[in-house]
């Protein structure tokens, strides 16, 4: 393998675009050298904006088997994922998928099996573990810092939704795509803990006239972990103010926090009153930690080490996805005592 690693990017959407830029302009010791977008012009595009010299391909497949391609960013739609993973994986290609992963527990095994049997690495996108206030909050709890995890808390706030956007998203988008990041979260802040039991309410409030097709936009989950410890995940599409993650985690010895609402520490104080900068997009708020996620994955590609978030990882956030939406279904709480691991 060379010193650098030839990447391919599938999808050239909105974060599949930021990707490829990483790639090419942020990461050393990567090379850009294909896109695959079924969109015409999609891939043409991103590659005439950032590397010229790399190859465009409508089908995901080609590029799979280019043979320059020594790895393969995944970013497409979330149904398309799994099958993505095991073709790249069965050519022998490293792999880095966009969360989910997978949208049935046997399509995460489906993926992890793939991986395994061709030895190739398998990262999968939580990108608040490398972001630098995540990172330092775990790093706490590991150390000791706040005790014994009791109390911890998730949320994610997006920006905004317009009903043209709501109307097309899939239904239950809210815990497999976007709570998902939180329930990664609470696991990693929660180190060798397991989830046992899932309680979760949902309603469709910024946009009611697309819940019967299944939207939802508003969301609290409740998580019971097998050491004692309570979470709570939250999660709303609407947040006027900006974007808005945090999470928090209180101990029998302390508490740690992290997520920042305000862009930066500036306020201008004048007769309106004080006002501070928030920011307003995904690529804004952790811009560091998705350009950090690939540059691990890079590395672990050029030294052999396995990526410190996995296929595994990627499943146990999905176990807690279903549940949950099991949960809103019944009303009920849902166990995972039975599930094996």
């Known amino acids: 393998m060379s010193a650098s690693v030839a990447v391919g990017l599938i999808g050239a959407g909105w974060i599949g675009r930021f990707h490829g830029e990483s790639v090419a302009l942020r990461i050393p010791g990567t090379r850009f050298v294909a896109v695959a977008d079924p969109a015409p012009g999609a891939a043409a595009s991103l590659i005439e904006r950032v590397s010229p010299d790399s190859r465009a391909y409508t089908d995901a497949l ?66 608040r573990r490398f972001a630098a206030d995540f990172t330092a909050t775990h790093d706490v709890i590991t150390a000791g810092g706040i005790g014994t995890p009791q109390l911890l808390r998730s949320l994610t706030r997006d920006p905004g939704i317009t009903a043209d956007v709501a109307s097309r998203v899939k239904p239950w988008t809210i815990f497999n795509e976007t709570l998902i990041h939180d329930f990664d979260a609470l696991l990693w802040l929660n180190p060798g803990a397991r989830v046992v039991e899932v309680f979760a309410q949902a309603d469709a409030l910024i946009h009611p006239q697309y819940k019967e097709q299944g939207y939802l936009d ?46 930066t520490a500036m306020r201008h104080y004048s007769s309106p009153g004080v006002l501070a900068d928030t920011p307003r997009v995904n690529i804004e708020l952790f811009h560091d930690a998705y350009v950090a996620q690939l540059a691990h994955f890079a590395d672990c590609i050029r030294s052999g080490s396995a990526p410190s978030v996995d296929g595994l990882d990627a499943r146990n956030a999905l176990e807690i996805a279903l549940a949950a939406k099991e949960s809103v279904e019944t009303g009920l709480p849902v166990s995972l005592l039975a599930v094996p691991q």
């Open 62 to 127: 080609e590029l799979i088997a280019d043979p320059t391609v020594e790895a393969v960013l995944i970013s497409t739609p979330a149904s398309t994922h799994t099958d993505l993973v095991v073709a790249a994986a069965e050519a022998g290609k490293h792999v880095f998928c966009e969360k989910p992963m997978a949208l049935t527990l046997e399509d995460a095994d489906r993926a992890i099996g793939a991986c395994a049997a061709n030895n190739v690495a398998l990262q999968v996108g939580f990108n």
């Open 218 to 263: 508003t969301s609290m989950v409740q998580l019971r972990f097998d050491n004692g410890a309570l979470a709570s995940a939250e999660a709303n599409f609407q947040a006027t103010y900006g974007y808005d993650v945090r999470g928090e985690v209180f101990g029998s010895g302390g508490m740690v926090s992290a997520g920042e609402v305000t862009r």
